[in-house]
């Protein structure tokens, strides 16, 4: 049997900046999370907020629920940020956003910001080739913007500006238009904990069921003027960073310039276990590797990131660990990569990504429909039995591993999946193809393939 949840929960997943009604629904339902009513007992209809489905709430009701406000304030982030598999961020204006010449412009100005600061992540204006995200930019009545939270590793998958932003200056809408990027890739307000600072009324934001996480090395009040994440924008914004914006995006997505990992002697490092070498591959196709998880000292550490999944063959930064001597090494085919046994070796090393690829079954594929050609990298540790439907193209409420053991890209000893998102289809065909047998479906709203 196969459902679809209901989206009943507008207001949490997006973030109001600026000051309209949805910001006010905002509030209150950020502030019953905090106060500890649970999210799927929460309804925004018809733009008013009920618990319990029918229980209407006020913004007055929902600030009395609380408890006294947080006492620090420093920039924030929520519990999930972008994760490594993104590179490159395509922000896809709408043919509406297009017309409004300011709105345009600021989206160009908001790109700029961030690819100056040298992030391991960059930023386009789509469309645009090599994007491993996409954010669409939309219109909305009034001045203010909203956006989302990154879940899944991938940014939000858009955001919103106010079509009356374009009689500010281009210099106020590169403001806006930075902060809801900002959102997106997992920025709190820096004044969430009070958003009078910035707005002049407002409560407590809470945790938002997104987590509210200091980032190190930000000052400690809120300020007006103070970030491009403040809660509210003046009209005399100019659209650049502060100097915490810049230690905060710097701290949460700072560059990959480390050195390579052919420049190392790992067999040197012998003794020395539990070290930690951060280095980079530009790919991992060719050269020798022994064992699994463990690998000998004098393997190809890139070409074992990728047996590991690390990364994928096309290269990225990684963690190499040393390890002690092993008695015997077990050679295994993993993510396109087969490595071989041996005897006893005088030391070892493990690789690991720099953040650690997310297991495919912490993803809900479903929620990313829309977001065409969007691609995310999961891990698969073990594959067990799961549903399936279709063949090369999925729905996207199939099990991610056990798809990919049925489209051949791994074996049932598990490894690391690149599943790119694609549009519903009219009818899906269920074949048997290694061991695994999928089914037939008809018409269903999104799907997916699968790769290395
Ligand atoms: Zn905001």
Redesign the pocket.
């Known amino acids: 049997m196969r459902k679809l949840s209901m989206a009943l929960l507008v207001g949490v997943t997006l973030?109001g900046?600026g000051g309209d009604p949805e910001v006010e629904n905002q509030e209150i339902v950020s502030n019953l999370i905090e106060a500890g009513f649970p999210a799927n007992d929460i309804l925004v209809a018809d733009g008013a907020v009920y618990v319990g489905r029918d229980a209407h709430v006020t913004l007055e009701a929902s600030r009395e629920m609380l408890q006294a406000p947080e006492a620090s304030a420093e920039q924030y982030r929520t519990t999930n940020l972008v994760g490594t598999g993104v590179t490159k961020i395509c922000i896809n204006p709408t043919a509406d956003f297009n017309s409004y010449t300011n709105l345009s412009q600021g989206l160009d100005q908001a790109i700029t910001n961030y690819n100056e600061r040298g992030l391991r992540i960059t930023f386009a204006r789509g469309p645009a080739s090599g994007c491993t995200a996409n954010i669409t930019a939309q219109t909305t009545t009034g001045t203010g913007?909203q956006a989302g939270f990154p879940s899944g590793g991938l940014p939000y998958g858009n955001f919103f500006i106010g079509t009356g932003l374009n009689a500010y200056s281009v210099d106020v809408n590169e403001h806006v238009i930075t902060?809801?990027v900002g959102?997106a890739i997992g920025f709190r307000?820096s004044d969430y904990y009070n958003r009078s600072i910035s707005c002049g009324a407002g409560g407590d934001e809470g945790d938002a069921g997104v987590g509210a996480i200091l980032i190190p090395g930000t000052p400690d009040t809120a300020v007006v003027g103070g970030s491009i994440m403040n809660?509210c924008f003046r009209a005399t914004e100019t659209g650049e960073w502060t100097a915490s914006d810049i230690t905060a995006l710097t701290y949460l997505y700072p560059s990959n310039a480390v050195a390579s990992c052919s420049s190392y002697n790992f067999l040197s490092y012998r003794g020395q276990t539990g070290t930690q070498i951060p280095c980079s591959c530009a790919s991992g196709s060719a050269g020798a590797v022994w064992g699994t998880d463990l690998y000998t000292d004098d393997s190809n550490a890139c070409v074992a990131a990728v047996h590991a999944g690390a990364i994928p063959s096309t290269g990225g930064n990684v963690i190499v660990t040393i390890q002690p001597a092993q008695s015997s090494y077990t050679g295994t085919t993993r993510n396109g990569v087969t490595t071989s046994s041996y005897g006893a070796w005088g030391g070892s090393f493990s690789v690991t990504s720099q953040t650690p690829v997310a297991a495919c079954s912490s993803y809900n594929f479903v929620s990313y429909r829309g977001q065409n050609g969007t691609q995310v990298r999961c891990s698969c540790p073990t594959v067990s039995a799961g549903a399936v439907w279709g063949t090369d193209l999925y729905t996207d409420d199939s099990n991610v591993c056990t798809a990919a053991v049925h489209a051949g890209v791994i074996t049932s000893s598990g490894g690391t999946v690149r599943v790119t998102l694609q549009p519903g289809q009219s009818a899906y065909t269920g074949t048997t193809r290694n061991g695994i047998t999928t089914s037939s479906y008809g018409a269903w709203g999104g799907s997916y393939t699968l790769s290395l």
């Open positions: 973030v900046c913007g902060h809801e959102h307000h809660s």
